[in-house]
């Protein structure tokens, strides 16, 4: 990619509240090692803000991932996945 900088990192929307950052490493290590695997919460109150980050070690990986997962239902929602940029 563009400056030798990997699309590795998947940002994940639309995530049911009910998903787990253990759920979330579950339903993408099909697709390669899950490095991490993260659902951004509430700082007050815990809860889930509806979306998350799972990276991987390589663009093959995640590629494979996004093409794999991108509007597929997880935990009764359909998620949507974009790569992320350098932000965390």
Do not use: W
Not at 24 to 45: C, N, P, W
Request: aromatic share 10%; proline share 2%.
């Amino acid at each position: 990619m563009s400056n030798g900088t990997a699309n590795t990192k998947l940002r994940i929307s639309n995530l049911s509240p009910q998903t787990t950052d253990d759920g979330l490493e579950a339903a993408f290590m099909q697709y390669g090692t899950v490095q991490e695997a993260v659902i951004k919460r509430d700082r007050d109150s815990g809860k889930s803000r509806g979306f998350g980050f799972v990276s991987f070690p390589s663009e093959q990986e995640s590629k494979a991932a996004f093409l794999g997962m991108n509007g597929r239902e997880l935990y009764g929602s359909h998620i949507e996945i974009e790569y992320s940029g350098a932000q965390v």
